[in-house]
């Protein structure tokens, strides 16, 4: 048992590494997200230091992995996907992808009445689906509003803000390449 103990939490830095590299990470940005400091994340990547809960929940958090996942915990075999909804200014964000960096897929709920747009800028590209309701999407000098079935995608260097256009409210697919990685359809006819 020890010995299988061991072997787990062996594997758990070249796991910590491969995460934070795919994400394009440093160490220091790593140790300011997490207030974990450099010197430790750096131990507990190269095996020196012992992975504790302590070090490894806001690791988890900051990946956007499951525990189980950094540790290497068997699967159950459900394969039933159980996202956890996170909730922020009134709009609820469930993920649907479980991986570090790249794109990431969303499913949002935008509450009704969010008030007067506040246009944002930050890195990344941003495509999303309207599910169900209306959206009212703020690109710049522009404003549309989005029925279900249609789509908008964007650089997130332009100023933009989006919410339920009415008193109900609207659900989105949103894809978000944190990089700036646009969306790409293939199709291919037969």
Do not use: C
Request: a neutral charge; glycine letters at 8%; proline letters at 9%.
């Amino acid at each position: 048992m020890a010995e299988e103990m061991d072997e787990v939490l062996t594997a758990v830095g070249p796991r910590l590494r491969e995460l934070r590299r795919r994400a394009g990470a440093t160490l220091a940005s790593l140790s300011e997200i997490t207030g974990i400091s450099v010197s430790t994340l750096s131990r507990l990547e190269s095996g020196e230091r012992k992975p504790s809960l302590e070090l490894l929940l806001p690791l988890a958090r900051v990946h956007r992995v499951p525990l189980d996942e950094l540790v290497g915990a068997p699967e159950t075999g459900d394969p039933r996907v159980h996202a956890r909804p996170i909730r922020r200014d009134g709009r609820t964000y469930l993920p649907l992808t479980r991986r570090p960096g790249g794109v990431q897929a969303y499913k949002l709920i935008l509450p009704p009445g969010e008030g007067e747009p506040d246009p944002r800028v930050h890195e990344g590209y941003e495509w999303f689906y309207v599910l169900n309701g209306r959206v009212r999407l703020v690109l710049g000098e522009r404003e549309t509003v989005l029925k279900p079935g249609e789509a908008a995608e964007f650089d997130t260097h332009v100023p933009h803000w989006f919410a339920a256009a009415d008193s109900r409210p609207a659900e989105i697919l949103s894809l978000f390449g944190p990089q700036g990685e646009r969306l790409h359809v293939r199709a291919r006819t037969t």
